[in-house]
């Protein structure tokens, strides 16, 4: 599978589960009152009320450091578990994957570009480390 494959499969599934919003299974929506009375969006067939279409840029961010986090915490375990580690690590990349997905990041382009770029650079970058 390419990035790019992976990149609309990991969005897709976050869309589908609810995470992007704004899609019922009905796939009706309208502004409805919420519960404070501001409007939200609001399924007209079977009233459930959706999420916000947009996700903030910030939380989404945060949510891939927390993966990161979560790879460092089970890193400091005397015990530490590897695979653990890997799973975290993989929640990260999916995270990014969506990130992308959802705000049309070509991310297998950049990644290429990105490493023909580093290909190169001096050892260590010209840094002591």
């Keep these: 599978m390419t990035i790019k494959q992976l990149q609309k499969l990991c969005h897709k599934i976050a869309v589908e589960k609810g995470f992007w919003g704004n899609i019922c299974s009905c796939k009706k929506s309208v502004l409805g009152r919420g519960y404070n009375g501001a409007f939200i969006p609001l399924c007209i067939k ?30 400091r375990k005397p015990n530490c578990k590897m695979k653990l580690v890997g799973e975290e690590l993989a929640d990260c990349v ?10 049309n990041i070509d991310l297998q382009a950049l990644l290429e570009k990105k490493i023909r770029k580093n290909k190169k650079r001096p050892y260590k970058h010209g840094k002591r480390f």
């Design 94 to 103: 999916i995270r990014i994957l969506d990130f992308c997905g959802g705000r």
């Design 46 to 75: 079977c009233l459930k009320h959706t999420d916000k279409k947009d996700r903030n840029n910030g939380e989404l961010i945060a949510l891939m450091h927390s993966e990161l986090s979560e790879a460092l915490e089970e890193l």
